[in-house]
T-cell receptor, first 114, second 118 residues
Framework: SQQGEEDPQALSIQEGENATMNCSYK?????LQWYRQNSGRGLVHLIL?????REKHSGRLRVTLDTSKKSSSLLITASRAADTASYFC??????????????FGKGITLSVRP | GAVVSQHPSWVICKSGTSVKIECRSL??????MFWYRQFPKQSLMLMAT?????????EQGVEKDKFLINHASLTLSTLTVTSAHPEDSSFYIC??????????????FGPGTRLLVL
């Protein structure tokens, strides 16, 4: 079953603008991860944030986690046309800590117009 | 580092035949590998988890006799779709995890295999 729910489902912005994507989940998590998928390709790991962390940065990426609201946001600053892709949040449940299984959300399609 | 490959990248087969997909971790030892399927414009659905040297753990609703998984070494896992039917057509993606050197939480994904059953 899917746990993560991202919004918006689709986002179209101009190059240079910031893109903000949100993810909500239902159960207690060990960590939350964001992945990018280009059309017809595999997933690229972007960033992982643990349940005891509130914010994390990696280059142009900023991820926040609010465990009280069971939500996370991914901010991409100064977007580029190459950022055009689908973005997924995935949660690792505390119950499945031994196996580190991930449950993926439905994904957000980001289009960055040149 | 942390590269995962899949072979083949795409395959077309006739209904009733079996198809084997390989997933390899190229520069690390994968203690655990995961197999997912993804339908067009949808999310990834976990099919099974395999640990090296032991039987795979299948998710609810996934037929273990239909989707045979073998994880015989620390760098190779295979998924065999037996007696494939058109409804098995999908994008199959594997991921690998190294609980040692690379840390236990990140999964590294292969590029996927597109299967079309005629």
């Amino acid at each position: 079953s899917q746990q993560g729910e991202e919004d918006p489902q689709a986002l179209s912005i101009q190059e240079g603008e910031n893109a903000t994507m949100n993810c909500s989940y239902k159960t207690s998590i060990n960590n939350l991860q964001w992945y990018r998928q280009n059309s017809g390709r595999g997933l690229v790991h972007l960033i992982l944030i643990r349940s005891n962390e509130r914010e994390k940065h990696s280059g142009r990426l900023r991820v926040t986690l609010d465990t009280s609201k069971k939500s996370s946001s991914l901010l991409i600053t100064a977007s580029r046309a190459a950022d055009t892709a689908s973005y997924f949040c995935a949660t690792a449940s505390q119950k499945d800590r031994a196996n580190s299984k991930l449950t993926f959300g439905k994904g957000i399609t980001l289009s960055v117009r040149p | 580092g942390a590269v995962v490959s899949q072979h083949p990248s795409w395959v077309i087969c006739k209904s009733g035949t079996s198809v084997k997909i390989e997933c390899r971790s190229l520069d690390f030892q994968a203690t655990t590998m995961f197999w997912y399927r993804q339908f067009p414009k949808q999310s990834l659905m976990l099919m099974a988890t395999s640990n090296e040297g032991s039987k795979a753990t299948y998710e609810q609703g996934v037929e273990k006799d239909k989707f045979l998984i073998n994880h015989a070494s620390l760098t190779l896992s295979t998924l065999t779709v037996t007696s494939a039917h058109p409804e098995d057509s999908s994008f199959y993606i594997c991921s690998a995890q190294d609980r040692g050197r690379l840390g236990q939480e990140t999964q590294y994904f292969g590029p996927g295999t597109r299967l079309l059953v005629l």
